[in-house]
């Protein structure tokens, strides 16, 4: 294509700048779309949770709610508080959302489907939260005033901590595959559910959990979602902000969700990795890859409405206390596991099935519990009537 | 050539972190001078090693910089903690007005 | 013709500069540790100009995320809130001007008479595996004693905040 087009006599900066370009605004408008449905998705999975029905009147099953809240937002009036540190207050917006869409350079959409393989993708992917924790406390000071610079301030401690053990989560899986770029990431794992990151070895596996746990302290959900503690800060440190510049916040919160879950399900769940036979249809990976990104957004959904919310000192005693030696410990053992399994190869061939039944078990045990719980919550329902 | 612009700029940093470190009353002003000199320092070692690189190991000059913002990272702990601590015995960080060398 | 790189090379110049000028001239000292982010941002831009992918993203993961975001915290730790507008006096402003444009003038000078060896530029890819291997082999010795250093570092840290407390 740039041949072409520079055949036709365009400069050649003109055409990748033009390329460029494009593939930025498909990035983004697809995010948009993304985080919008999120919003959807999450009110009326919320919903069901607390029986109720949740947004169900702009279009089909309210699926277009979230174009009907952002003409909402965009007629408010833009109030800039006064006192405000005009020009913190303003630039806050923009670096919350370079931030979260940031990591979309990087993230893979499917098999071999990306914007940019960059050789150290995963390390960009976590180094690149500077921005969106310097954006945080821009709002936080800029807005002067209390709840935001106490909201703001939690979040940078927050975010900084956790950065933590999310990166030392993820260094067992880059030990594993030998890689730091997303798509090297994902080519080392297999298709089947034995052949994943999370499921190689037990190490992995507490290396995958310790990850999602920081990841969503990361993300400011629930339950860490302290920042934002609607009964102690009113909104933390977007409290200010109306209009199209609280649209921009919440844009990127829920992008924020899509970065976790894609991140996630490349890393550690196998990506859009296909079997052999399906591997011409490449647009199955997408839909494979979205799937499973999905999944893990309805799993950090689903913990937001179960559980409560930590205090601030309980917060930071689980990243400094726990999630850090926990990952050392799954870091070293799994240094040592590539060693052993240097030498008798047959290991890697036992743990990942042996580490996907253990899954599958307490998956099992999950589901006889709830259906225990059903019977329960049915006996006395009967009983009452 | 290129090698002389990245040169320039480091030593226009490297003044600007002069001039800070000099100029300020605050403690944590003369912090960010120190760091915008070592960073100019770590441009001047990165761009050296890029352009004039030294035989058989062209990466010695992105060593150097990473043990720079790794020794950044060690100095501006202990230095802001010693601020703090300052702070707490005088209640205000102006280098200046730090008259009393009793605590 | 210019290239890419140096187009880019003027941009990050000018993002460098433009918020250097602010970190040193603004009486706004949290305007300062703001406008050191950008600072920092725009180095690791010349990083990956220079072919440091690696050092790059260090940069942003450790200065602009680490160091810049405890300068934050430190500036609003220390009374700095009450008062933003001056808390970031200068003194002897016009003779540290004075020298700091004799300094950078010498520097030039130095810069312009000097000849540097002949260069010979060669892409070098990705460099995450050199810089692992050389710190893990040639320089083991100084990556260890900067990991005691560090460890040093936090632990006399916690204990000069904590000096205070007990007492």
Request: glycine fraction near 24%; charge should be negative.
């Given at each position: 294509m740039e041949a072409f087009a520079v055949s036709l006599g365009v400069h050649i900066y003109l055409v990748k700048a033009i390329i460029m370009f494009i593939i930025a605004a498909l990035s983004v408008t697809f995010m948009a779309v993304i985080s919008g449905l999120t919003t959807w998705f999450e009110r009326r999975i919320a919903g069901r949770m607390q029986s109720r029905i949740g947004p169900n009147r702009v279009g089909p099953q309210g699926l277009l709610q979230f174009v009907a809240d952002a003409v909402k937002l965009f007629m408010k009036e833009d109030l800039i508080p006064k006192g405000a540190d005009r020009l913190l207050f303003k630039m806050s917006p923009y670096l919350c959302m370079i931030g979260v869409f940031a990591p979309f350079v990087v993230l893979p959409w499917g098999m071999g489907i990306i914007a940019a393989d960059l050789n150290v993708g995963v390390l960009y992917l976590i180094s690149i939260t500077a921005l969106v924790v310097v954006g945080t406390l821009m709002a936080g000071w800029g807005s002067n005033n209390k709840w935001s610079l106490l909201g703001g301030m939690r979040s940078a401690a927050q975010i900084v901590s956790y950065e933590i053990p999310v990166a030392m989560g993820l260094l067992p899986s880059i030990l594993f595959a030998g890689s730091l770029s997303m798509i090297g990431l994902m080519n080392a794992q297999g298709w089947a559910p034995w052949q994943w990151s999370a499921f190689q070895n037990p190490f992995t596996m507490i290396a995958f959990l310790i990850f999602f746990t920081g990841s969503l302290a990361e993300g400011n959900r629930v339950p860490f979602d302290l920042p934002e503690a609607e009964s102690e800060l009113v909104s933390g440190f977007n409290t200010e902000y109306s209009g199209f510049r609280f649209a921009v916040y919440f844009l990127a919160e829920w992008a924020n969700l899509y970065v976790i879950g894609a991140l996630t399900t490349a890393v550690f769940l196998g990506g859009g990795n296909l079997p052999e036979a399906l591997q011409p249809y490449w647009y199955l990976s997408i839909f494979l890859f979205l799937l499973k990104t999905f999944f893990i957004m309805f799993v950090i959904i689903w913990l937001r409405w179960t559980l409560p919310r930590f205090r601030i000192d309980q917060l930071m005693d689980l990243s400094w206390k726990y999630l850090l030696p926990l990952s050392f410990i799954a870091f070293f053992g799994q240094a040592v596991y590539m060693l052993i399994d240097h030498q008798f190869p047959v290991i890697d061939m036992v743990t990942g099935p042996i580490m996907f039944l253990i899954f599958l078990l307490v998956l099992l045990k999950f589901f006889y519990r709830v259906a225990i719980n059903f019977r329960e919550q049915n006996k006395t329902v009967n009983t009452r009537a | 050539m290129i090698l002389d612009g990245y040169l320039v700029a480091s030593a226009a940093l490297f003044t600007l972190g002069v001039v800070l470190f000099l100029s300020k009353k605050n403690a944590i002003a003369i912090l960010m001078g120190v760091e915008l000199i070592l960073n100019a320092s770590a441009i001047n070692f990165v761009a050296f090693g890029k352009f004039t690189p030294s035989q058989g190991s062209p990466f010695d000059g992105q060593i150097f910089a990473i043990f720079i913002i790794l020794l950044a990272a060690a100095e501006a702990v202990v230095a802001l903690a010693i601020v703090l601590a300052a702070y707490k015995e005088y209640k205000h960080i102006m280098v200046d007005q730090y008259t009393k060398l009793r605590g | 013709m210019i290239g890419i790189p140096e187009i880019f090379f003027y941009i990050f110049c000018a993002l460098i500069f433009g918020s250097s000028l602010l970190v040193v001239f603004s009486y706004n000292l949290l305007r300062s540790a703001f406008a050191l982010f950008f600072v920092l941002f725009g180095i690791a831009g010349f990083y990956v100009l220079l072919g440091g992918d690696f050092l790059a993203v260090i940069q942003i993961m450790v200065?602009?995320?680490g160091i810049n975001i405890l300068l934050i915290f430190g500036t609003m730790m220390t009374g700095s809130i009450s008062q933003p507008e001056t808390s970031n006096p200068s003194f002897q402003g016009i003779l540290t001007l004075i020298g700091g444009g004799g300094l950078l003038l010498i520097l030039l000078i130095i810069l312009n008479h000097t000849t540097w060896p002949s260069q010979s530029l060669i892409?070098?890819?990705?460099?995450t595996k050199q810089i692992g291997q050389l710190l893990l082999r040639n320089y083991i010795l100084p990556f260890e004693v900067i990991s005691f250093l560090l460890v040093a570092a936090m632990v006399g840290a916690i204990v000069l905040i904590n000096k205070g407390e007990r007492s």
């Open positions: - | - | 200065y602009a995320g892409d070098h890819g990705p460099t």
